[in-house]
Each structure stands twice: as C-alpha cells, then as structure tokens.
C-alpha cells in the first residue's frame, strides 16, 4: 500500500543539506526549496527514515514527515495549490 | 543449574554451527527456518529493514575491551558489552548476542526487539524466549554464569525479564535437536495452514503457504474452490525496469538515484528503490559505481543488442539456492518427467492462443477453433517430444493463419499485412513486432529463473536448442500468446506503432528508436496490467504472475506440489 508523504527540511550545515538533498532525490519528486513530494510503500519510507537519521544533526536539524494517506483509489483532498498546479506522479516504466 | 544442560550429548561436528536466530525463525515456523538455514533464502520485509535500523547500534563492533580479557580477572568490574559473538561447540551454536550485562562472571544477554511488548503471558512470545535462552546457554558454556536475560522491546521501550527455568532449557534444546533433524531429513516442511503468521513473514512470497497447500490437495483443477484463498503478494509491483537504448548514454550512480546523461544532458532519473531492472540496448556505458550498487540490491542488468538480441546479464553473486538446481538438473535427465511437462506446456499454449482468437478475432472460423481444440488433446497423448513439437507447429500455423484477423482492418495500414510466422531476420513489420516482444519475454523470463535460483539454460522441453536460455523458452510457451501477441495487437490496433516507425533494409525489417520507444511502453503497460488469476482466484499483474509461477515450478521440481499449474486464461 502506498502513501502520499510531503517531506520538509531545515538544516543547518551546507554539506548536510546538500546529502539531504541526494538522499531524498531518492525517495521522492523534489517540489519546492526543500520539499519533497514522496510516495512510498511502507519499507521504503522506513529505508528513507533510516537514512535521514544518519544523516542530520539530531540538536540543529529539523525533517518534517507529514503523511497525507493512501495514493490509491482516492484523490488527494488534503491539498490545495494556489498558483502552479500540483500533480501526482504517474508511475511506469522508464524508457530513455 | 548449568550442569542440567550440560550433561546433554548435542555434540556435533560435521555440520555447520547453528545460529541462535535460526532457532527463533524455528520456533516460529519450521518451513521458514529451513527455506532460510538450507535453501538460504532471504527477503526483506518492512519488520527486518525495521529491525535492522533498530539495531544499527548493537550491530556495531565493540570498541571496547573484548569481555574475555575483562570480566573473569576482575569480580568487581561491571559488564555492559554490545554485539557479543560466541559460539558453544557442545551444543553446536553460535549466537550474536545484542548487549551482555552483569557483573563478575554473573551475566545476561538482552537481545533487542523491534515493536511492542506482546500482552501475552511472561511478556514474550516463545520464539523469542527461545532464542534468548539459548544465548544463555551459550554464555553459560563460555564459563558464565546466567540464570536469566532481557528483552528490550525498542516500540515502546520496555525490558522485560526472562527466567531460564528448566521448562524452558528444555523446550530450547528440543528445538534445537528438531531443527538438526530437519535439515538433516532433506526434506522441507509443509507451509502453516491458513495462520496469521503468514501474512506479516517475509519469506510469503517465496514460501507461498496458501498457494502450496492447496495445490497440494487432490483437487487441483476446481478452480472455484481457491477463490477464496488469502492474497499474500503484493497488489502492486513497487518496482519498474529502466530501459536506456540512446547510442552513447552513461549511466552513473548519484546518490539514491540513477541518472542517464549524453554527454552534459540528463536524459532520465530513476530512483534506485524503483528501479526492478536495468536494460541496456547497444552501446549505453555503465559505471562501476552503478553496477556495484545494482549487484548490492540484488537489480539485474541486462545486455542486449540495440536490436534487442540479447547478450548477456550481470546480476550480485548466484542464488545460494543449490538444492533447488541440484533437483532441476536430476529432474531434466528423466525422459518421462520432460515428456509430462512438456506436454502439459504446449496444452496450455494451443489453449491460449486459442483463447487470444476468440476474444480478439472478428469472425474467427469454427473449424481453426474446433482443430486447435484437438491439437490440445493431441499434444496430451503425445508420446515422444518430436511428436509434441509436431503438434506444437501445426498448432502454431493454424494460429498465424488467423493472425492477420486479429488486426483492425480500418485501423491497421497495408504494411500491416501479415501472411504468416517468418523471423531471422523478420521480413514485414508484424513479425518484427512478433520477435522484438518474444525475445523480451524471453528476456524477462531469463531473469526471474535466475532471481528465484533456477538455471534458466537447462530446458525440458527445448531440450535440442543448444545455447539458448531453454528453461525460459520452456516457461514462456503459455506466455507467448497472453503477453506477446497481445501487445503486438494492441500497439498496431490503437496505433501505437506506425508504419513510419519501421526500416527495411535488403528484404528485413526493424523498428526506429522511437518506435520501439513506443512498443516497449506498450508492453511494460500489458505487464503491469493486473489480471485475476485462474488458479487462486486473486488479482495479480502479469509480472508478479511470471515470478509467482517461477516459484511453482521450483516447488513442483522439488516435490512440494504433484503438478505444475499452467498458466490458462478464460
């Protein structure tokens, strides 16, 4: 079962922003200036989680994880966009 | 206290130590232990991602003084020792233990839980206790005292306190003899019948319990009775392939993603934890930061020529499961056991084209439908293989005869004319079509037997074609009509691909890029399309379907299931 996650960081250090930044290219479609639009099974954000904790200073830095429920069979409510659109990201093989 | 168990003749030598853990996975369920400690199996789940990023801290190498130069000298001296490895020769263990605690030669093991603490009776359930106190006993026969552990459940972060009472040092070394015998006997215990452990196992799906038993029951072809079996697999692939066929592209690691550049441009992103496949079509380079990764994830990355022949696969190291080939290539020398697969093979290919005609033909003639009906039975009287292949041709040319029907008449252009089954090279667009889709289901099956640990290149019935993946061939008879052809139809139907999108060169035909651009789409689309599947009554997409029968048939290899259950659409 996937889920709709916005994911929102502030860190303190450069170098650690930028390995934030890597990680979560990883796991989700980069929106805005540190937010990420993440939509996850459960084991990948647990892999995600585990990685953010390794990374960040636990005193300085702050990543928000909020979860907006499940991707499938129903639209997302819980957002509304002033200005550009937002749009989920259609899933499917990738052929370049 | 110690001496109770010390007095039991465990002793083993000729086989490996066991580890502590196997016997939690033992108390928990036999057939999980013995897919994981002799067919060395493994699978992530969310509860062991989990479970090691609780253990990510104990995991770590002491920094510390080793306890065997501190404790025993000094009484005084408190112990806290993380990540403990000792072994115990008598009872043929070895045991990682979390955190060591005590003082003097007084000590307890605390072994780390993920979650909370069950409300059930002494606060753990058995394959926990089991496991902690065989840590005791490895402990106690490394010249500790111990009498009893903790186990610290990290979710609500909670120890609780077992006592090693005789009743449970009793239960532990019974599980430890059971576990010997078992791997021992060879034989692989039956799956649990319809328990809750299942669902939450990580093995689920290479175990397939419900699946197994009931096709272990008698009545295997009443298709109705398994509608009401659980649906363990997952309802969508979380995974996708990556296909790069641009001449001179490079794909590099960075960070969690892989990124496709030519040149200073990049062509694609696609994050590693999406990515099932990497596909690579002629001259695409890959660095060796990206292939390790790949291996190290255990992705596979195919080869092929930028033609779409394919050449080759990198994959991590080979699946450690060797029973299951030893049972393949035993099984591949029996003549009647060939004979009997094959047939039951070809039955469920006439059956589905015959099948894909009768959905997808305007007016498809009634005797092609009534011979392809007797090709059926035919082929399962055969008595030899060349009498299979012969029925499987005939079967074949009926079928291509009728193929030029299945194409829309107003949608498809003259260039789409189709008169009958011809390739290497192919000489009209529709068989070129025809054999870009064969050989990436050719492709695809390769890569699953070689996932699930079969050798996709010992066949039973393209027993004759040397140095082709004939296992896969095997496999994917029933598959060719239900997928191949099926994209085939769909593609030229709605258009897809156009008569613009082929060369001809000296009498062959070939696809442009962009065209196969189109058509590889249009198949990933078919294979992620979920269908119900005939046998177990739940919805599944045909990709899941290529590994889930995969499975199968290593289980019918092996002895679990009397038949292979052949893929059969209505």
């Known amino acids: 079962m996937r889920r709709l996650y916005i994911v929102t960081y502030d860190i303190c250090d450069p170098k650690r922003l930028r390995r934030v930044f890597k990680t979560m290219k990883g796991f989700g479609a980069h929106v805005q200036l540190s937010v990420f639009q993440c939509d996850l099974p459960e084991i990948d954000v647990i892999k995600m989680k585990a990685a953010l904790v390794e990374l960040i200073n636990h005193q300085e830095d702050h990543v928000l994880i909020v979860d907006l429920g499940p991707t499938e069979g129903r639209p997302i409510k819980s957002i509304e966009s002033l200005g550009k659109g937002f749009t989920q990201v259609e899933r499917q093989a990738q052929v370049v | 206290m110690s001496e109770e168990a010390g007095d039991t003749p465990l002793s083993v030598t000729e086989e490996p130590l066991l580890p502590v853990r196997m016997l939690n996975e033992f108390a928990y369920c036999p057939r999980l232990a013995y897919l994981e400690w002799v067919q060395s199996e493994f699978a992530d789940s969310v509860d062991t991602v989990e479970?090691?990023?609780?253990?990510?801290?104990?995991?770590?190498?002491?920094?510390?003084?080793p306890l065997e130069d501190e404790a025993p000298a000094d009484t005084e001296t408190g112990i806290h020792q993380r990540s403990v490895w000792l072994s115990s020769e008598r009872l043929g263990l070895t045991a990682k233990i979390d955190l060591v605690e005590g003082v003097g030669t007084t000590v307890a093991p605390v072994d780390y839980k993920r979650g909370k603490r069950p409300h059930v009776g002494k606060g753990a359930w058995?394959?926990?206790?089991?496991?902690?106190?065989a840590q005791?006993?490895?402990?106690?026969?490394n010249g500790y005292e111990c009498d009893g552990g903790f186990l610290y459940f990290v979710g609500s972060r909670e120890r609780v306190a077992i006592t090693f009472?005789?009743?449970?040092?009793?239960?532990?070394?019974?599980?430890?003899?059971?576990?010997?015998?078992?791997?021992?006997?060879?034989?692989?215990?039956?799956?649990?019948?319809?328990?809750?452990?299942?669902?939450?196992?990580?093995?689920?799906?290479?175990?397939?319990?419900?699946?197994?038993?009931?096709?272990?029951?008698?009545?295997?072809?009443?298709?109705?009775?398994?509608?009401?079996?659980?649906?363990?697999?997952?309802?969508?692939?979380d995974a996708l392939p990556l296909y790069v066929q641009q001449p001179?592209?490079?794909?590099?690691?960075?960070?969690?993603?892989?990124?496709?550049?030519?040149?200073?441009?990049?062509?694609?992103?696609?994050?590693?934890?999406?990515v099932s496949h990497l596909v690579l079509f002629g001259y695409v380079q890959v660095s060796t930061q990206a292939v390790q990764e790949l291996c190290k994830r255990e992705i596979p990355i195919s080869y092929l020529s930028s033609g779409g022949w394919f050449y080759g696969l990198t994959t991590g190291l080979m699946h450690k499961n060797v029973e299951l080939r030893r049972r393949q290539y035993a099984a591949a020398m029996d003549q009647r056991f060939c004979l009997r697969l094959a047939s039951r093979l070809v039955q469920a290919k006439i059956a589905n084209c015959r099948t894909i005609l009768r959905r997808n033909h305007m007016a498809a003639p009634a005797t092609v439908l009534q011979d392809l009906k007797r090709d059926l039975q035919h082929a399962g009287q055969a008595q030899s293989l060349e009498e299979l292949l012969g029925i499987e041709g005939t079967a074949g040319r009926r079928y291509f005869a009728e193929f030029r029907g299945m194409l829309k008449a107003d949608g498809a252009p003259p260039e789409f004319d189709f008169e009958g089954r011809n390739r290497r090279p192919p000489k009209d667009?529709?068989?070129?079509?025809?054999?870009?889709?064969?050989?990436?289901l050719t492709r695809e099956w390769t890569v699953t037997l070689h996932a699930v640990g079969l050798d996709p290149f010992l066949g039973f019935y393209h027993q004759s074609r040397y140095g082709r993946p004939a296992l896969a061939l095997d496999l994917m008879e029933e598959f060719r009509p239900l997928i191949a052809d099926s994209v085939v139809l769909t593609a030229i139907n709605n258009g897809e691909v156009q008569a613009t999108d082929f060369i001809r060169r000296m009498g062959s035909v070939a696809l442009?890029?962009?065209?196969?651009?189109?058509?590889?789409?249009?198949?990933?689309?078919?294979?992620?399309?979920?269908?119900?599947?005939?046998?177990?009554?739940?919805?599944?997409?045909?990709?899941?379907?290529?590994?889930?029968?995969?499975?199968?048939?290593?289980?019918?290899?092996?002895?679990?299931?009397?038949?292979?259950?052949?893929?059969?659409?209505?």
């Open chain 2, 136 to 141: 005791g006993l490895v402990l106690r026969d």
């Open chain 2, 126 to 133: 058995e394959p926990e206790q089991v496991q902690l106190c």
């Open chain 2, 165 to 237: 009472d005789q009743a449970l040092i009793d239960r532990t070394l019974e599980l430890i003899a059971g576990m010997r015998g078992m791997a021992r006997s060879g034989a692989v215990p039956p799956p649990l019948v319809d328990s809750p452990k299942c669902p939450r196992c990580s093995l689920v799906r290479i175990c397939l319990p419900d699946e197994i038993g009931w096709l272990r029951q008698e009545h295997a072809d009443d298709a109705q009775a398994a509608s009401t079996l659980r649906r363990l697999l997952p309802a969508r692939d």
């Open chain 2, 429 to 440: 667009p529709v068989n070129a079509l025809l054999s870009l889709a064969y050989a990436m």
């Open chain 2, 51 to 65: 479970g090691r990023f609780h253990h990510r801290r104990v995991d770590e190498s002491p920094k510390r003084q």
């Open chain 2, 248 to 274: 001179g592209a490079r794909v590099k690691k960075d960070g969690e993603c892989l990124k496709v550049v030519d040149h200073d441009e990049v062509l694609a992103e696609a994050r590693l934890v999406e």
């Open chain 2, 512 to 570: 442009t890029t962009e065209g196969r651009r189109r058509f590889i789409e249009t198949y990933e689309r078919r294979m992620s399309q979920e269908i119900t599947h005939p046998v177990f009554g739940y919805q599944v997409s045909y990709r899941r379907i290529l590994e889930v029968q995969a499975r199968l048939f290593g289980r019918y290899l092996l002895g679990e299931i009397p038949n292979y259950p052949s893929f059969t659409t209505r």
